[in-house]
């Protein structure tokens, strides 16, 4: 079974706008990989059909994962299957606690065909202590569980939780999407602990930013550039720290020579 | 009255069967009133409340209803009284004659005039002054097997500075044929007094529930109220809160979900009269299927009142695209001094961005869907003082989604 996730000639569009024109990409298992680009160059559209939002149209192409073309696949299976969003802008959900939540979540993954969900679900008391270690890990307040979902938080709040989360569902690929938008240096830092303590072999990340700002926090092995729909240079490291540099005018420019 | 219908009744009859109960005369005599008043007025012209497939007026009398109690006995020796309503005649007659039918107007239509000529069942709750009732009390009306009319009341009085949690439930299984349940809630909440009132109604099919319900709040009485509405066919609620005395405040939640056919009104009233008072009302409604809702609130301000503080909110979530829900949220106000006021409703479909974040996590739809509905009516559910009433209600509620 393929532990990489294979991104073939995707194309898709959001009402009659065409977003993506053919994104080629490997995420190598276990490897921590970063998409860079200027705004608009489709990165989030590409996180959110990933994860298989609604709201946009495939209109070609195939995206692997485990062996499957997950584009077949509703986002809760997709979720099962190992692959985990961490929202850019994540969506509060009133009267629907962080606790409540989470707990659902995990449920949802432990259940099995045939079995009584009652007999898969986490028992209490090892929820509770999963939930108060990663809590803390990322220094939250314990009161923190038992507010409604993303009701009310500050952007720091609300990234702290989408890495609760992962630590928690512990996925096997995770997208991170503009994660470092609108976190402070504090913020940023305990955000990006969280993410180094779970990459590694058993989680690959995929980290989608405009900055290298969160590169110099999360280590990429690989670094790719999306400009206008498409993956337009594949490289290491010093691809990002080149784009920093100069810029993705100087790309532009030499793409169109 | 076995085997009497309604159209077979007249004031001969009605005077004859409250004698033969040995109510007193003061009760004979507003029974036959209200009958009268009953059997001249035109129907009711409800624009929206459908009452096409009832008619009344073939029903079948119920000798009485059913109405059952459940609350620790200890209270007694506090003071409080819970007794059925006719017996609280020969033990309270001077209390119940002063207050029955004065919150609830008995002579403002067809139906609150029939209430009052033909109620036959109900519970007296008194708590005396300066006594925390600390347990619930749990005051439940259900339907006899065959039985197609129920005229319950519920009477409490709760003076100064006591404190009480009242819950009225209105529970029966489907029935085969129609069945008209006409209650009628009056609470009277002394000085100072802390009252929490939990209305539940959740009657199977078949049932056209046409209710009136009122809370008088004197001097700094503070009233919490949810406001549950699940079941029956059709149901036309007219409920207030009379904030009467000065400081007087209250906190009404509601939670309504209209699903299968049914057509669910309810129509509650803040109505200031006192200085300095406080109102909040926040109604959530559900629609699927071809339910249809209405929520026709209104917020009163008399011309004696000052300093008013008032908010009145409503919020629906559609499920069904062929669901319906009016909002018709009023604000009246004569007089010149008001603090704070102001309304708000808002109406939707389940946010697909709600939706496809809990799946991204692993959450099917379907559980999703529930979770949402589930917060959506979490202030209402919250306010629950008891744990397996709310798993009840939560199991309604889920087989409605």
Same mark, same amino acid.
């Given at each position: ?188 830092? %305990? ?67 | ?19 033969? *109960? ?8 507003? *029974? ?145 044929? !129609? ?39 004197? !001097? ?14 059709? +149901? ?25 056919? +049914? ?7 803040? *109505?200031? %009269? ?88 692993? %959450? ?38």
């Amino acid at each position: 079974m393929s532990n990489d996730l294979v991104i073939k000639d995707l194309r898709a569009r959001i009402d009659d706008k065409e977003i993506l024109k053919g994104v080629n990409l490997t995420v190598r298992g276990g490897t921590i990989h970063a998409i860079m680009g200027p705004n608009g160059s489709g990165k989030s559209t590409l996180a959110n059909i990933i994860a298989g939002h609604p709201g946009y149209e495939v209109t070609g192409g195939e995206i692997w994962y485990k062996d499957q073309n997950i584009l077949e696949l509703e986002p809760d299976e997709r979720s099962k299957l190992g692959l985990f969003l961490a929202f850019q802008y994540p969506v509060a959900v009133p009267g629907v606690t962080v606790a409540n939540f989470l707990r659902a979540a995990i449920n949802a993954h432990r259940a099995e065909a045939g079995k009584d969900p009652k007999e898969t679900a986490i028992p209490v008391a090892e929820f509770r202590k999963q939930l108060r270690e990663g809590m803390k890990i990322l220094e939250m307040d314990e009161s923190f569980a038992r507010r409604y979902l993303n009701e009310g938080f500050s952007g720091g709040e609300k990234k702290r939780l989408e890495i609760l989360q992962m630590t928690m569902l512990k996925p096997s690929m995770a997208v991170m999407d503009e994660t470092d938008s609108g976190l402070d240096i504090d913020a940023l830092r %305990i955000v990006a602990d969280g993410v180094n303590r779970l990459a590694g072999p058993h989680m690959a990340a995929l980290v989608i930013t405009h900055y290298q700002r969160l590169l110099n926090y999360i280590k990429p092995q690989f670094v790719s550039v999306m400009m206008d729909g498409r993956i337009v240079r594949d490289g290491g490291p010093e691809l990002a720290l080149e784009l920093e540099e100069k810029g993705y005018d100087w790309l532009r420019e030499e793409l169109a020579a | 009255m076995n085997s009497i219908t309604l159209k077979d009744l007249t004031a001969d009859t009605i005077v004859a069967s409250s004698r033969e *109960r040995g109510e007193p005369g003061w009760l004979t005599e507003r *029974r036959r009133e209200a009958w009268q008043f009953f059997a001249q007025a035109g129907p009711p012209e409800w624009r929206r409340t459908n009452l096409s497939g009832l008619q009344p007026e073939g029903l079948t009398l119920s000798a009485s209803g059913s109405v059952s109690v459940s609350w620790d006995p200890a209270l007694a020796a506090q003071g409080v009284v819970l007794k059925p309503l006719h017996e609280a005649l020969a033990s309270h007659e001077a209390l119940i004659k002063a207050r029955l039918d004065t919150a609830v107007a008995p002579l403002e239509h067809k139906f609150s005039a029939l209430r009052a000529a033909l109620w036959n069942d109900g519970a007296l709750l008194f708590v005396p002054k300066n006594v925390a009732a600390e347990t619930p009390i749990h005051v439940r009306y259900s339907l006899p097997a065959g039985s197609r009319t129920s005229f319950p009341r519920t009477l409490a009085i709760v003076e100064d500075n006591a404190q009480v949690t009242l819950i009225e439930e209105f529970a029966c299984a489907d029935q085969p044929a !129609r069945v008209l349940a006409a209650p009628v809630s009056e609470i009277f909440a002394g000085p100072g007094s802390q009252v929490r009132f939990i209305s539940v109604q959740r009657w199977g099919d078949g049932v056209y529930h046409i209710g009136g319900q009122k809370v008088l709040l004197e !001097r700094d009485a503070a009233l919490e109220w949810t406001s549950i509405a699940l079941g029956a066919t059709v +149901q036309h609620i007219e409920a207030e809160t009379t904030l009467k005395g000065d400081g007087s405040r209250v906190n009404w939640l509601g939670a309504t979900f209209a699903s299968g056919t +049914q057509l669910l009104l309810t129509a509650p009233w803040l *109505r200031h %009269i006192g200085h300095h008072a406080e109102s909040f009302m926040e109604f959530k409604t559900v629609v699927n299927d071809t339910g249809y809702s209405v929520f026709d609130g209104m917020i009163k301000i008399e011309h004696e009142s000052t300093a008013t503080s008032t908010r009145l909110e409503e919020h629906a979530l559609h499920l069904s695209p062929r669901a319906r829900n009016d909002s018709i949220p009023g604000l009246k106000i004569d007089t010149n001094s008001v603090l704070k006021g102001g309304h708000a409703s808002t109406s939707g479909d389940v946010d697909e961005e709600q939706l496809f974040y809990m799946q991204a996590r692993g %959450i099917s739809k379907t559980e999703a869907k529930r979770m949402i509905v589930m917060g959506f009516f979490s202030p209402a559910l919250d306010s629950l003082p008891l744990e397996a009433l709310r798993g009840e209600l939560e199991a309604m509620i889920e087989a409605k989604i």
